[in-house]
């Protein structure tokens, strides 16, 4: 019970920090965090799941699993921004470009396959 609070705890400050600079994902991390927080402590999941704007749809992927069509275009569109720094970066490292490409692929193909949720 305490490391899935832990958990929680650590993914909703990395998340925290995505409020601050627009470049690090805040969605990704408070679903880790709402997750752990089911198990742990339902209070704080629900507390996440009030946030006027990010609430609503974390809460539909932890019960569904199922993203919005918006939800999907920024998270394959954040990830293509990744993907661009990341090719400026590592352009002549083949081997971290390569893994972070694989990464950034794995994590399109996830987004892709999510049933799409319904409000647009």
């Known amino acids: 019970m305490w490391s899935w609070r832990i958990l929680g705890l650590v993914a909703f400050v990395f998340g925290a920090i995505g409020l601050f600079l627009p470049i690090w994902p805040t969605t990704v991390f408070w679903i880790v965090a709402a997750l ?10 629900e507390w996440i799941y009030a946030r006027p704007k990010i609430g609503p749809p974390i809460r539909t992927f932890v019960e569904t699993g199922a993203l919005s069509r918006a939800g999907k275009t920024a998270a ?29 692929g794995a994590g399109a193909l996830f987004v892709i396959t999510r049933p799409r949720a319904g409000g647009g």
């Open 36 to 45: 752990a927080f089911a198990r742990s402590n339902p209070a704080w999941a």
């Open 76 to 104: 394959l569109g954040g990830m293509a921004l990744a993907g661009a720094v990341m090719i400026a970066l590592f352009w002549k490292k083949p081997v971290p470009l390569g893994i972070g490409l694989s990464v950034l």
